[in-house]
C-alpha cells in the first residue's frame, strides 16, 4: 500500500511522521545511500534515495540561491549523482562533521517540499523520498480516454442534461511512477496491478447511466497523496475508491479489506483545515470557513468530518460485503486508519486493498486480466448498492429514485 502495503508497513508510518516536510529528523542510525534517483512528471520532481538500512534525516529549504537540501547523519555516498531533470537545475554532494552526508539540489524558482521515510517494498530497500513541486502550480485531473479533459462539469453523453447531473467517483490507483508499492514473489508490482483494476472499475461505472469515473491517474507517473485528494475535489466527487493491493511479511495472509477514516486521524485533518481555512476551498455542501470564527469553524467542520465519515462506512461495508462474495476478506469489519487519501472532510472516502501481493495465490490472480474484472464489477457492486440509498440531492439517481417513490405512493392511494 502507501510504500508498502497498509497492513505490515506501521513501522512505515511513523518513521514518515518523524520526517515530515519542514525536515524532522528520524531514527539515528547509520545508513549508507546506495543511489539517487531523479524522476520528473507534470505534478514536480521526486528525488529518492535508496539506503542500505533505516536512517536519521533532515530535509529543508535555503534561499539565495534556492536549494533543497538533505542531511543524512553518519552516512556516504556510494553512486554517482544522476543528471538534473524538471525543477532541479543542478546537485552535489558534500561531508558533514561526524561522517555525515550532505545532498544539495539546486532549484528554479520558488519550490514546495515534502519529505518522507519509506520502508523496504518488494524489490526496494529502505528509501528516502523528496518531492519538489512549485507552490500554486496549476495541475490536471487524469481522466479515461472517453471523459473530458476538463473535469468541471463531468457529463458523459448518455446523461442528458435535463436529467440530472451525474454521480461522480473518483478511483484512485496507489503509488506510480518512482513509487512502485509493494511487490510479490514473481516480481508484479503493485502499482501496475492496480491501475489496470482501476481501470477496470472506472470503465464499469461509466457505462452505468447516471454515473461517471474519474481517474486519479491513468498511466503510469508519481502523484502525491495530497493531490489525489485534490483531483477528486477539483472533480466534485461524490465519492472517493483508492486501490491497493496489500503487502506483510507473512506470506500466508491473503484476501480483501476496506478502509476508512479513522477519528483520530479525522482530528489531526481538522486541524490542518482549520488552520489553512483562508486558503481551502469552499467544503461541499456551501460551508465556508474562511468568514467563521474559530469555533463555529470548528463545528462546521467537525459536522461535516462526522457525516463523511458516517457514509464512508456505509459505502465500505456494502463494497466489503461485495467483495467476500468473490473471494476470501482478510477482516469481517471495515477497518479506520488515518491514512492521508482518505482525509477529505466532506467526501466519502474508502481504501479497498483487493488482496496481498505477498502471498503467492493472491499475487498469482491479481496479475489475470480475468480476476482483476472480477474484483472491479465487486467494487461497483458495493458502490452501486451504497448510491441506490445515498443518492445526492441533484443527481440523475436521486431524481428517478424520487419519481418512482411517487409513483408507488399514488398506486397506493388508489
Known sequence: MMGKGFLGK?????????????????????????????????E????????????????????DPRRVVVDVPRSSLKSKLPAAEGAITAMRSGKLPHSGLRLVFEVAGPVALQSSAAPPAGDAGNRIILDISAPGAAKTVAVTPAAPVAPVAIRPAHAPSESGRDIVIAV?????????????????????????????????????????????RDGDYFISLRERNTR???????????????????????????YVLSDRGASSEAARWLAERENA????GGIKLDDKDAVLANVLLDLSQTASISASMVAADNVLKS???IGEVRKPRVQQAGFVVLKSPDIPSMLVETAFISNREDERKLSTPAHRSKLANAIFAGIEQYFEGNAPDGTRLAATRRSAGSSTQIELRK
Do not use: C, Y
Open 10 to 42: 506501521q513501522f512505515g508510518v511513523w518513521l514518515a511522521l518523524l520526517a515530515s516536510a519542514a525536515g524532522v529528523s528520524g531514527v539515528a542510525v547509520a545508513a549508507e545511500v546506495r543511489a539517487v534517483r531523479v524522476s520528473a512528471s507534470e
Open 44 to 63: 514536480g520532481t521526486r528525488v529518492v534515495l535508496d539506503l542500505s538500512g533505516p536512517a536519521s534525516f533532515k530535509a529543508f529549504l535555503l534561499d
Open 172 to 216: 484512485d490507483a496507489g503509488h506510480g511512477g518512482v513509487d512502485p508499492g509493494a511487490s510479490g514473489k514473481r516480481g508484479t508490482h503493485e502499482k501496475d496491478v492496480v491501475l489496470e483494476i482501476a481501470k477496470a472499475l472506472a470503465a464499469r461505472i461509466n457505462a452505468e447511466p447516471g454515473m461517471k469515473a474519474v481517474l486519479t
Open 232 to 258: 477528486a475535489r477539483r472533480a466534485k466527487a461524490d465519492l472517493f475508491v483508492s486501490i491497493h493491493a496489500d503487502a506483510i511479511a507473512n506470506p500466508d495472509v491473503s484476501g480483501s479489506s476496506v
Open 281 to 284: 476551498a469552499d467544503l461541499k
Open 323 to 325: 467483495l467476500d462474495r
